[in-house]
DNA sequence: TTCGTCATGTAATGGGTTACATGATTAC
DNA sequence: GTAATCATGTAACCCATTACATGACGAA
């Protein structure tokens, strides 16, 4: 999962890793914390050894740096991560597994998050498999309210009701962004507008 | 936080792991996933070996032996499990800690499930602790979300736009158990353990 | 000169999971 | 007799965290 953002990150822009971390935490909207480098860092290491990004060392590679400093390492240590190709490809692996585990929460949100840069057919796929689990639950959660009336105290009943709602709304809120999907819109807006997105494969 | 859950169970009756973990599925309402037994099972041995509980094995300790000779249910090699006194105290005392991460989502549902058997002071600490929180996300949102449109793809500023919402229903939400903890309007349950609290629901 | 932020990292730990292994009891 | 469920447990791993350590740079 960290290894999914940090590649869907790179694949926007190269980055070196504290600047990696502040859009993670942008990007996810402090859905989650924003993760340590106790983390981030040797996920990168990992990254780089199984050949899905490079990192350019000021030292040893000056990735035409506007060469303010003037001697020995001028600059500090930045080190700036790019994708490689084969880094791409495993994004789309990633993005593609649609494993019962892409539909937790936190899976789900940081796929999201990536959804600008996944194909139509995709997305569809992991919405509707995340409304499938939010159904789940939410029937769950109905049942377990129908009959536990006598041996739920009123907290949890009430932690179950609160719960069954946000259900709810999940699942509405799903439907309408399937909806849209399939009639070929992206959320926000019409289709119309032609805005030249880098990215590119936004709306076809 | 298991030892919590764990320890939250047992002091409304004694139990063997299996049923532990049915119970513990139940009461969070799925929110989270069953434990598995492999953190449950070590957890109950870390308990017990702290003092927190007695474990009461068939063959080896036998308390009560009331009454093998009804062959209809020859008890497997359950284990029961009983909190001790040193148990409660330890959980009032998880109870009453109201440290930041308290706050989180699994932290605060696991706390919220318990309510039933917390002073009313606690819960209040807890929920108003719980709405910063939420209110401090919200505000991140609401901030990101305006100042993000050009950098953010629209699926990024759904997603944001989703959590906010949740932030504002879940304010909204512990605003509405704040007062009504505030008038009294809680059902039954005070410092004895009169188990017979089915009747109110939380409307009044 | 000292403080705050930028920037990179390591070591220890935490809190859980899955996969595996075992066996007893019940229902068919 | 065989399958499903009940019931307990171990070992290996996963993904992340916290705490710690280092140092360069800009601004007060």
Redesign the interface.
């Known amino acids: 999962m960290l290894d999914f953002a940090i590649l869907g990150l790179l694949h926007e822009s190269p980055m070196h890793g504290y600047a990696l971390r502040k859009q993670l935490a942008?990007?996810l909207?402090?859905?989650r914390a924003a993760i340590s480098y106790g983390s981030l860092y040797p996920a990168l290491r990992r990254l780089q050894s199984a050949g899905f990004i490079t990192e350019s060392r000021p030292d040893s590679d000056d990735a035409s740096s506007h060469d303010q400093s003037s001697h020995g390492v001028g600059k500090r240590a930045r080190i700036i991560y790019t994708i490689t190709a084969e880094g791409k490809e495993r994004f789309q692996e990633l993005l593609a597994e649609a494993g019962p585990e892409a539909f937790n929460d936190a899976a789900f949100?940081v796929r999201?998050?990536?959804?600008?840069r996944t194909d139509r057919q995709i997305r569809l796929r992991i919405l509707e498999g995340r409304r499938r689990r939010v159904e789940e639950?939410r029937e769950?959660?109905r049942q377990?309210l129908g009959r536990?009336?006598?041996?739920?105290?009123?907290?949890?009943?009430?932690?179950?009701r609160?719960?069954l709602?946000?259900c709810n709304?999940?699942a509405r809120?799903l439907e309408d962004?399937i909806t849209a999907e399939r009639a070929g819109l992206?959320?926000?807006?019409t289709s119309s507008e032609s805005r030249s997105?880098e990215s590119g494969n936004?709306e076809k």
């Open positions: 942008a990007k909207g402090m859905i949100d999201f998050a990536f959804f600008a639950r769950s959660l377990m536990s009336s006598e041996w739920l105290d009123a907290y949890t009943q009430e932690l179950q609160h719960g709602e946000a709304r999940e809120w962004l992206t959320p926000g807006q997105v936004f």
